[in-house]
């Protein structure tokens, strides 16, 4: 480097080395930063790495590295550049001098020599002068470095000189003291680390040094760039750097005495008055050597120092902000009398202390602690001195009470908080710090306070409660401490603890005292007046309560604590409110990737609608965006897909010359899939903004680029697809932050215009033809030609032509057109060409009127100047056709009653409104007697319009009229209605009611979802309507046709009916049938849709199957008893999914697979087509496995419930053939008899290699094989080539006995006693409530209840229910085994714990093992045992009550439609979710009361408040009000 260059920029602070750049093969030692913002190198950086984690030395806050580990650092740019321009500068002076010497032998040839000679001079001279400046500046350097290292040197001894003597001196007075002066001395030695400060004539010498370095160093750059480049002499003033370059090193302004000086203090302690040996004085007189007082406070004049040091913080010179070791921070406690002149320096001063007075209030420390002025101005000086410079800082949150109040502590000092932390242990350690009987406790006082076992914290009290007093007191013995409130000082939390004694002796309640607090003695307090309180109040600014009338919700603290953490987050301080910080907290991304953010706990708090902000705030950092697409080029053709559709002027295409996007959506998939890295956290987005890029999943499960747009609430997000150009809102959990490798490629949809065309109207695009537009174009190949380029912003205009190969090129504008769905603009439509002739004879139509008639586009038909306009009418008239009449929908009430108004009276609307307006602009008010039926003129929204009043007006000053031309009703203000003329009465809407439908369910009235989407569709749409029947009644029976987006009319009775908001009108018997529709050309709909998913087959071996139907091949169709369960699961969610049928159209069957078909029971099944027959299909029921030739209207192209597998599974037996190679009829016929909708066991021998493929089984009947019975009935032959490992396995048979005549007296057992069956207590009358326990939940309104009382104190021969079992199962071998199983007897059944409890039989389960279904009577619960875990019961146990009553809880049902996935598998209407917060609920003290007792018991239960059980679960939509 240059002489004089600044070493300590380009060297490391941590290893000293210098940092260098990379050469050839050598890498280089390049600085790098951390997320702190501290530099070192990279050879450091490599070793302090630690599984991927760095700690800074400095600050000790941890930097996670990204993947390439400390390569992948950011690396520091000005001291690389530093580092780079030094050696650039050496090569170029290198250069510079051999092309001198290769230029003095040169002679110039040009003509110009002179003008160069001149210009040449000047540099010359220009860079003479400079090198002699820097010449000289480089001596005055290296005399000023010089200078600056023996003035710190020689500050470094004085200090140590002084300290030293001190050091004696304090030794000297200590050792005359006894234990306070112990305590003293270690307050007066902590204070010696700031004696630096009292050198200020040295300290001043030292900066004053340090500024011209620094001056010198600014101006030597200036100048390297001024000789570099001499024309930058312009940019800069020459003359006051060279000055600054040239002026010397001035001995007599440094004072190079001051090092040699002491601080002029000593100690001096006199007495004061009434002294007692033994008793150490609490105050210590300062004195000077002539006897006078000193002050503690030095005078102002006195301080000579530069302002610029009287307003720096005083940690700026701490050792702490040098690098070192954090200290305690230290109150200032010793006033120092400062010398500004060295006449004062003969005369030293005495160090003193204040001791503090007993009375005497230590700082606040509660909190108030941030509304008290000492400590603000402190914390903000030494914590947060860059709070007006909006510096922000890493902090952790210790505590959170609410989003406006919450606690935080510095990252910066932690280590500070671990010395303070040692130092209150160790004092809690002792005895030192326990209560005596005599110590009181008292408000705001402090103490410490046990955090847990052996780590104590300081804590100051708010709150005191004295043993039998319900009051707080202010001072309170501590033996008589019943409960204590404290703020802990460090952490921000208020916590109650209440001091529990065993007896109420005094030595038992210190005890209990000094457990969980210690006192802060006089010492102490002293001790730890260095550490101020560890956290700081702040409060999220510009941040209320999303409900303000409720106040902050549980909810918030919540989410505030869960995204916040234990992590450290970045702290931004906004301001100051009173007692607290106004911040903003914002949590740093955890994968480092450019489209990351840092998540602002404000933001993240609103988004979420916790919260919401009452002030505007602007976004801390603009979001990455995508690279624009890549436009085509003007009036080339190119190939493009239209991907989406909004309408002819706003659509988007993609272009297909670009295979890279194939692989971008491959790769997205790739990685996204990861379901490991789904269940990290990494790439969740928790708070989108506006703009963000990221990539979004939709509901194919697929990963696409997109952008959010849009925060509509509820947690959604609006975000477009970059590229494909639609829109769509998702939930937050679709989206995942962007890696930046799939920034790599711009946008792929262009957003595009049709050129040269406008709307019909000329205002917005209809219906109609935007459907048309979409059937034409989208999803489709298309041909380009980019017309004009434009901003960014807006849409490209494009023509775009359609067309089959090999065939000509159609222009969709121009089909449009033709169509009238679309017009030319003006100066491209040939049609609007002027003829020639007199132009003032000949007039353009109006747009309207050419609409209206259809006279645009003929050129014949034109208005002269001379014709008059057609005449104004009011008053609608019906044409005299009434079919296909053009209407547009202007208001809805309902179905039943709906307003229309004619296209072809749009002309006359305008001019009627024209005409209105012009009357009634200027006319003034008049009193009027409003009477029902009267026409008026009334201004609504700012316009005239024509109305008629609905009621008479009396009294009130509004009144209910009705736009005649809208047929919207309105309340209205009387003094906004004027007379209206008889020229002008009239109405142009129709009122009309939809013919041939009524409402849904039985209802006389629509419901509100029918009238809402009935208005959501139709109101201001255009339609094609059909009047039924002209009459002089309204409204008028109509049929209503809407184009759907495929440019289809459909009936609008239709839909409501398929949507299953109406119902077809009833019509009566003997009704002549309706007229047949117009037939019209329908073309065969292309449809494709693939097979269900295959059935789940079982493992080899036995298991219990049912036969579901025997094909005519022979193959069997088979379910397990879990598909059993899973199909009545289907049934009800089909049945639920499919409330109304499909609209009916002709379709192309040839490559559909899976359909759903209507059965004969008119319920709907899936289904497989296997081959079409002209007006029927061959369908095979997959979850069954029948097949049936079924009417093509009842087959559908949709699958219903494609998640689920088939539930059935082909089979086929093992080892047999068939007679004849087939089988037969008699033999199908047999197999059906046999097995249709019958329970077998199966052995499963070999699977299929296809998982559609057939089964290889074996089937028993009752232990028999069902290949033997087919052989037996000369159906089928044994396969003798089947290998040996597959031969048929039989079930053993029960033994065939004879008929032999065998004595069996004596053999059998005694008969079995024949038990009554159990009773049940009697329950209080219906409506008192008793105390009940929940035994067994079947599901949520259907229990086993166990009254607590009438049923725990029944005895029988002086032993209760329990002591009788306990007694029998000691002796439960010597009970016979149940060898009767009648229904419902009773009998003893084993649970699972070993023992015996009574039951009651249900039914059996199964024969082969024998099992049965029973029911414990004193749980409810149900088991399946076999006969050897059942015993005879007792008779006397018959005589204890029942313990489980089954109830059903009134009050509430299963909802009708429930959205929760997981149900209850044997009541599938109710969730699992449900049962689950049944059981939480019932966990409390219940009470019931009967509601009926017949025919089924039934009861209402109610909580500890008196409230239902079950309103919980109707709130949260679980379950829905009987």
Request: proline share 6%; hydrophobic share 35%; with cysteine.
């Amino acid at each position: 480097m240059d002489r004089g260059e600044n070493h300590s920029a380009a060297i490391c602070k941590l290893c000293g080395e210098v940092f260098t750049l990379p050469e050839d093969d050598i890498p280089g030692n390049l600085p790098r930063v951390l997320l702190c913002g501290h530099i070192y190198c990279t050879f450091c950086l490599q070793s302090l790495e630690c599984d991927s984690v760095i700690r800074c030395p400095d600050c000790e806050v941890e930097s996670t590295l990204p993947e390439g580990r400390v390569y992948g650092l950011q690396e520091e740019s000005r001291i690389i550049g530093l580092i780079y321009t030094t050696k650039m500068n050496k090569m170029k002076r290198c250069d510079k001098s051999k092309n001198r010497k290769k230029n003095k032998g040169s002679p110039s040839t040009d003509t110009h020599v002179s003008s160069d000679m001149e210009q040449q001079a000047d540099i010359e001279r220009i860079q003479k002068t400079v090198d002699e400046a820097l010449a000289q500046a480089a001596e005055t350097l290296a005399q000023l470095v010089h200078i600056h290292e023996t003035l710190t040197t020689g500050l470094e001894e004085q200090v140590k000189r002084e300290v030293a003597r001190l050091e004696m001196e304090i030794k000297q007075a200590a050792d005359k003291a006894l234990h306070a002066v112990q305590n003293w001395k270690d307050a007066q030695m902590s204070q010696l680390t700031k004696l630096e400060t009292k050198f200020s004539s040295s300290q001043a010498a030292v900066r004053h040094i340090q500024e011209r370095i620094k001056a010198l160093e600014i101006a030597m750059q200036m100048a390297r760039k001024v000789r570099r480049v001499p024309f930058l002499e312009q940019y800069c003033i020459l003359d006051k750097v060279l000055e600054t370059l040239q002026a010397p090193v001035d001995d007599q302004l440094i004072d190079m005495k001051c090092i040699t000086m002491g601080t002029g203090m000593s100690l001096a302690q006199s007495p004061p008055k009434n002294y007692q040996p033994g008793r150490f004085g609490r105050k210590s007189h300062l004195k000077r050597p002539d006897g006078r007082n000193s002050s503690c406070i030095p005078r102002s004049d006195k301080i000579h120092a530069p302002p610029k040091q009287r307003q720096q913080s005083p940690r700026a010179n701490s050792p702490s902000s040098r690098g070192s070791s954090p200290s305690p921070r230290s109150r200032c406690r010793f006033n120092f009398s400062c010398h500004s002149s060295t006449s004062d320096l003969g005369s030293p001063d005495v160090i003193i202390e204040d001791f503090l007075d007993e009375g005497q209030a230590l700082p606040p420390t509660g909190p108030e602690l941030a509304s008290d002025k000492l400590r603000i101005n402190r914390r903000r000086k030494h914590q947060f001195s860059a709070t007006k410079r909006s510096v922000t800082q890493w902090v952790v949150v210790t505590h959170i009470v609410n989003p406006s109040q919450f606690y935080v502590q510095s990252v910066a000092e932690r280590r500070e908080s671990e010395i303070l932390s040692d130092k209150i242990n160790q004092l809690c350690s002792g005895d030192g710090c326990s209560f005596t009987v005599k110590d009181t406790v008292e408000t705001e006082s402090l103490i410490f306070v046990k955090w847990n076992e052996g780590d104590w914290c300081r804590a100051r009290v708010v709150e005191v409660l004295q043993k039998g007093s319900l009051e707080p007191v202010k001072t309170c013995a501590v033996t008589q401490l019943a409960s204590i409130r404290v703020f802990f000082l460090d952490h921000g939390l208020t916590k109650s603890i209440t001091i529990n004694s065993e007896d109420g002796a005094t030595e038992a309640s210190l005890s209990a005292v000094n457990n969980q607090l210690r006192k802060v003695g006089r010492a102490v307090k002293i001790d730890l007046a260095h550490f101020a309180p560890m956290v700081i109040r702040c409060s999220l600014k510009d941040l209320v309560p999303y409900d303000v009338t409720k106040g902050w919700s549980k909810e918030a603290q919540v989410e505030f604590r869960s995204v916040v953490g234990s992590a450290a987050v970045e702290m931004r301080p906004l301001g100051q409110d009173r007692e607290s910080l106004l911040v903003d907290l914002r949590k740093a991304p955890m994968e480092q990737f450019s489209s990351s953010v840092f998540i602002s706990i404000r933001e993240y708090l609103v988004f979420i609608e916790v919260a919401r902000f009452y002030s505007p705030v602007t976004l801390s950092r603009k979001p990455l965006l995508y690279y624009p697409p890549v436009y085509p080029k003007i009036n080339s053709e190119i190939s493009a897909m239209v991907s989406h559709i909004n309408n002819p002027a706003n659509f988007y295409i993609n272009l297909v010359d670009n295979m890279e996007f194939m692989l971008l959506s491959a790769k997205l998939q790739e990685f996204y899939n990861d379901l490991a890295l789904l269940e990290e956290d990494k790439l969740s987005i928790y708070c989108p903004v506006i703009g963000q890029s990221c990539v979004a999943r939709l509901d194919d499960k697929l990963w696409y680029r997109a952008q959010v747009i849009g925060h509509p609430g509820g947690r959604k997000v609006e975000v477009q697809f970059v590229d494909f150009g639609n829109r769509k809102i998702l939930s937050v959990s679709d989206l995942r932050k962007i890696k930046d490798e799939f920034f790599a490629l711009p946008a792929r949809a262009i957003n595009c215009c049709l050129s040269d065309v406008i709307p019909v109207d000329g205002e917005s695009w209809t219906d109609a033809c935007t459907n048309r537009f979409i059937s034409l174009a989208n999803q489709k190949l298309v041909t380009i030609i980019a017309t004009g380029q434009g901003p960014k912003s807006e849409p490209l205009p494009v023509k775009l032509f359609q067309g089959e190969v090999n065939e000509p090129l159609t222009n969709i504008a121009e089909l449009l057109v033709k169509e009238e769905l679309a017009c030319f603009k003006e100066s491209l439509n040939p049609n609007n060409a002027r003829p020639s002739g007199d132009d003032s004879a000949i007039w353009d139509p109006p747009l309207e009127v050419g609409l209206a008639t259809g006279l645009v586009d003929v050129p014949d038909q034109i208005i002269t100047g001379n014709q008059k306009e057609d005449p104004i009418e009011p008053q609608l008239k019906l044409p005299a056709q009434l079919k296909d009449l053009k209407v547009r929908v202007c208001h809805v009430n309902s179905p039943s009653s709906f307003y229309v108004r004619f296209a072809q009276y749009d002309s006359q609307l305008k001019r009627i409104c024209e005409l209105v307006k012009q009357e009634y602009t200027r006319i003034e008010p008049q009193d009027v007697e409003w009477k029902a039926d009267m026409y008026c003129a009334a201004l609504f929204n700012g316009v005239w319009e024509r109305a008629q009043i609905c009621s008479d007006v009396t009294s009130s000053d509004s009144a209910e009229v009705r736009l005649c031309d809208h047929g919207k009703m309105i309340k209205i203000d009387v003094s906004n209605l004027r007379p209206l003329p008889s020229s002008l009465i009239g109405s142009l809407a129709l009122e009309c009611t939809l013919n041939d439908i009524r409402p849904a369910g039985g209802r006389s009235t629509w419901t509100n979802t029918a009238c809402d989407s009935f208005s959501y569709y139709l109101t201001g749409a255009s339609a094609v309507m059909t009047i039924k029947e002209l009459t002089d009644e309204r409204p008028v029976p109509v049929t209503l046709f809407c184009s759907n987006r495929m440019g289809e009319f459909i009936s609008i009775a239709d839909f409501l009916v398929s949507e299953g908001l109406a119902l077809r009108q009833r019509k009566p018997s003997g009704h002549m049938p309706p007229k047949p529709a117009p037939r019209s050309i329908m073309t065969a709909e292309k449809v494709k849709t693939s097979l269900y998913q295959p059935p789940e087959l079982p493992c080899l071996g036995h298991i219990q199957i049912s036969i579901s139907a025997v094909g005519e091949d022979g193959l069997i169709y088979v379910r397990t008893q879990n598909a059993g369960y899973q199909l009545e699961q289907l049934k009800e969610r089909i049945q639920q999914s499919m409330k109304a049928l499909p609209r009916q159209k002709p379709y192309t069957w040839k490559s559909v697979l899976g359909c759903a078909v209507i059965g004969p029971d008119m319920l709907w099944y899936r289904g497989q087509l296997l081959e079409v027959l002209g007006g029927h299909v061959k369908v095979q029921y997959v979850d069954y496995g029948l097949v049936e030739n079924i009417p093509v209207v009842h087959v559908y192209p949709i699958l219903l419930c494609d998640d689920v597998p088939q539930l059935s599974m082909t089979c086929q037996l093992l080892g047999i053939n068939p007679v004849g190679g087939k089988w037969q009829q008699d033999a199908v016929a047999l197999m059906r008899e046999v097995l249709l909708n019958r329970s077998v066991d199966m052995n499963v021998v070999e699977l299929p290699a296809d998982p559609r493929g057939p089964v290889t089984v074996e089937l028993f009947i009752d232990g028999l094989s069902l290949s033997r019975i087919l052989c037996q009935h000369e159906h089928a032959s044994m396969d003798r080539t089947v290998s040996p490992d597959k031969r048929l396995t039989v079930m053993p048979t029960a033994p065939v006995f004879d008929d032999w005549d065998i004595n069996t007296e004596g053999l059998r057992d005694p008969e079995e006693l024949m038990l009554g069956s159990f009773t049940y207590p009697n329950l209080p009358q219906e409506g008192e409530h008793f105390k009940v326990v929940v035994k067994h939940m079947c599901t949520p309104n259907e229990l086993f209840l166990w009254p607590l009382e009438g049923t725990a104190d029944v005895k029988v021969n002086g032993e209760s229910l329990d002591e009788a079992l306990t007694r029998i199962n000691r002796n439960i071998d010597t009970l016979p085994r149940l060898s009767n199983f009648p229904e419902g007897g009773p009998c003893l059944a084993e649970y699972s714990d070993g023992k015996y409890y009574r039951a009651r039989l249900m039914k059996f389960i199964s024969a082969e093992p024998v099992t049965l279904l029973v029911q414990h009577v004193d749980f409810g619960s149900d088991d399946t045992l076999p006969t050897s875990k059942l015993r005879q019961m007792p008779a006397e146990l018959l005589e204890f009550p029942c313990r489980a009553l089954k109830v059903k809880v009134a009050g509430f049902k299963a909802p009708s439609v429930t959205r929760e996935e997981n149900v209850l598998p044997y009541s599938p209407k109710w969730s699992m979710k449900a049962a689950m917060e049944m059981i939480d609920l019932l966990h409390k003290n219940i009470t019931a009361s009967v509601v009926v007792q017949e025919p089924e018991l039934t009861v209402l239960l109610f909580s500890e408040d008196g409230e239902l059980v079950h309103l919980p679960l109707v709130n949260k939509g679980l379950a829905e009000l009987e």
